[in-house]
């Protein structure tokens, strides 16, 4: 399920998993119970699901020259790629629309382009379009012709598709040839000439996944990877159905609740299970099951409860589970799996050697991503960067291509720096960044082409360490102009760990300043008033220096 399903959780110190400031409202306990009977639904594997509607949508900004994912083949532009969860074997029938223009129009029509259709790196369709129909004069664009207006209408394919998650692919050939003529330069992403030009490249707007059909009545098999670490047993009878249950909802429940399983709470989930058993199949009465463990305090909630002998307002030891807890939580967003769990309830992970033998194995499982995700997501602002909008005027170059450049390099530096185990002072002196085409153009770093990231080290000092990377630039400035102030406010709370309170700001704008030198001149003559405030003054007087030769898209 996605975040989008949910509201924003409240944030504090620019962080949303800060207990004091959480709360659980109506609308949000009705969003969990919704989601817990979809996932539970989709993991099980409901041969009797309904059909459903899938839309991924693209950015309108983005740009679709090159080939955009690891997920596309080699020699192809464009279009959208995702890993999409088909919850049943069955028909699925996936959908293509078209970018059009603010008339309406389908973008690129006047070319042949190809557009296939993968599934899993294998292709499973192919569409022709474009060159094949009438398309009336420029000046009457808004009078669209059916084929301006509904060539794509055919974009579409039903195909077969067993259980699972699935990679899906949609891309268009590339074509190299370039017209005769004088060469122009492309439009920016955002502005109202390139949201108007049909003879701008073709590109897909969305996709629409639909299904199962003709899934009603299949016997149910048990293929996926959720299943498979569901079901752990199988009863030949009815008989031996409740054993089974119990011991597949003991061992869901013990990672879910992560602590070891009481018999109360087995009690408890065979109520459920009996009835959803009740009333469908044994698979029923796990789903049933299932979706009381998802919506349980103990699942929701990272309970801690405070020892009855502790002293209020005194430290105390936690115990191995809730180290465990925390541990998962940080490093992976996630509950504890099998090994770091086990350890905990043997008390065994305090040991000498083993809490740093979980912590370097945990960093190099893959699931170790979400720490760049989350944490240094929101510690960086690189979250920021989904919403910041440079001026178009003032900044044409950039679009959705770059934004989401700035991002990936800023990721890729960041779990370098954690899984080489590099100094924190490399944070601000690193010399090497990871670009792809577009982004080492921007920069000005020869040699890199294609769009796949790649490590490069950086000619000279002027862009070592994050203070040098185009999503903090951006980020921590102005639409139309940068703001030392504004980036120095940041280096000192995100990277120093200062504060930099109201009446900061407050002086700056009392005083009126405006320049180094008037900086300087007020520390130098007005001590008494700046004591308070000298260390951060320092500080972003530091950074203005170091960061003011910056626009907001990172370029001198």
């Given amino acids: 399920m996605g975040g989008s399903c949910y509201p924003a959780d409240d944030q504090s110190y620019g962080f949303d998993n800060i207990a004091d400031v959480l709360s659980l409202s109506t609308s949000l306990l009705e969003r969990y119970m919704l989601a817990a009977g979809k996932i539970a639904q989709l993991a099980i594997g409901d041969s009797s699901i309904r059909s459903t509607t899938v839309t991924y949508s693209t950015s309108p900004v983005l740009m679709q020259h090159h080939r955009m994912s690891e997920l596309q083949p080699f020699g192809t532009r464009g279009g959208f790629a995702t890993k999409h969860y088909f919850p049943v074997d069955g028909e699925y029938e996936l959908r293509i629309k078209l970018e059009r223009t603010h008339g309406d129009a389908i973008k690129g029509l006047q070319n042949r382009n190809q557009l296939e259709v993968r599934l899993d790196r294998a292709r499973v369709a192919a569409f022709e379009i474009g060159a094949d129909g009438q398309r009336e004069a420029w000046n009457a664009v808004f009078n669209l012709t059916p084929y301006e207006r509904d060539a794509d209408n055919d974009l579409r394919v039903k195909i077969p598709v067993k259980a699972g998650m699935r990679e899906v692919a949609f891309s268009f050939l590339r074509n190299s040839a370039i017209a005769e003529g004088v060469l122009e330069p492309i439009s920016a992403a955002e502005t109202y000439h390139y949201a108007g030009d049909r003879d701008a490249p073709m590109a897909v707007w969305t996709v629409e996944v639909e299904g199962p059909f003709n899934a009603e009545g299949r016997k149910l098999e048990l293929g996926t990877p959720s299943q498979e670490r569901i079901f752990t047993c199988t009863p030949e009878s009815e008989a031996l159905e409740a054993a089974c249950a119990e011991?597949?909802?003991?061992?869901?429940?013990?990672?879910?609740?992560?602590?070891?399983?009481?018999?109360?709470?087995?009690?408890?989930?065979?109520?459920?299970?009996?009835?959803?058993?009740?009333?469908?199949?044994?698979?029923?009465?796990?789903?049933?099951?299932?979706?009381?463990?998802?919506?349980?305090?103990?699942?929701?909630?990272?309970?801690?409860?405070?020892?009855?002998?502790?002293?209020?307002?005194?430290?105390?030891?936690?115990?191995?589970?809730?180290?465990?807890?925390?541990?998962?939580?940080?490093?992976?967003?996630?509950?504890?799996?099998?090994?770091?769990?086990?350890?905990?309830?043997?008390?065994?992970?305090?040991?000498?050697?083993?809490?740093?033998?979980?912590?370097?194995?945990?960093?190099?499982?893959?699931?170790s991503a979400a720490l760049v995700d989350n944490f240094a997501g929101q510690w960086l602002f690189l979250r920021n960067m989904r919403s910041v909008k440079p001026d178009p005027i003032a900044f044409p170059e950039f679009d959705g291509n770059l934004r989401e450049a700035f991002q990936q390099e800023t990721h890729l530096w960041f779990d370098s720096q954690v899984r080489e185990n590099r100094s924190v002072l490399k944070i601000l002196t690193s010399d090497y960044t990871y670009v792809n085409q577009r982004l080492a153009e921007h920069y000005g770093i020869p040699g890199v082409l294609g769009n796949h990231f790649r490590r490069v080290t950086l000619p000279g000092e002027t862009r070592r360490g994050i203070l040098g990377h185009g999503s903090v630039l951006t980020a921590t400035s102005y639409a139309n102009r940068t703001s030392p102030v504004k980036r120095g406010v940041w280096v000192l709370e995100n990277l120093f760990g200062g504060h930099h309170h109201h009446h900061h700001r407050q002086m700056y704008r009392d005083l009126k300043i405006q320049t180094l030198s008037q900086i300087l001149l007020i520390l130098k003559v007005d001590r008494v008033r700046c004591a308070n405030e000298w260390n951060a003054i320092e500080l972003i007087l530091c950074v203005r220096v170091v960061m003011s030769e910056w626009i907001p898209l990172g370029l001198h």
């Fill in 247 to 367: 011991q597949i909802l003991g061992s869901i429940a013990r990672r879910a609740f992560r602590r070891p399983i009481t018999d109360a709470d087995t009690a408890s989930l065979m109520t459920f299970y009996n009835v959803g058993r009740t009333n469908g199949s044994f698979q029923s009465g796990i789903e049933f099951a299932l979706r009381a463990i998802l919506v349980d305090p103990e699942f929701l909630f990272r309970v801690e409860v405070d020892p009855v002998t502790v002293v209020p307002g005194k430290p105390y030891a936690i115990s191995d589970l809730e180290l465990a807890s925390r541990l998962s939580f940080f490093l992976w967003s996630s509950v504890p799996d099998d090994e770091l769990l086990g350890l905990a309830e043997r008390n065994e992970l305090r040991e000498d050697g083993v809490l740093a033998a979980q912590v370097d194995r945990m960093l190099s499982d893959p699931k």
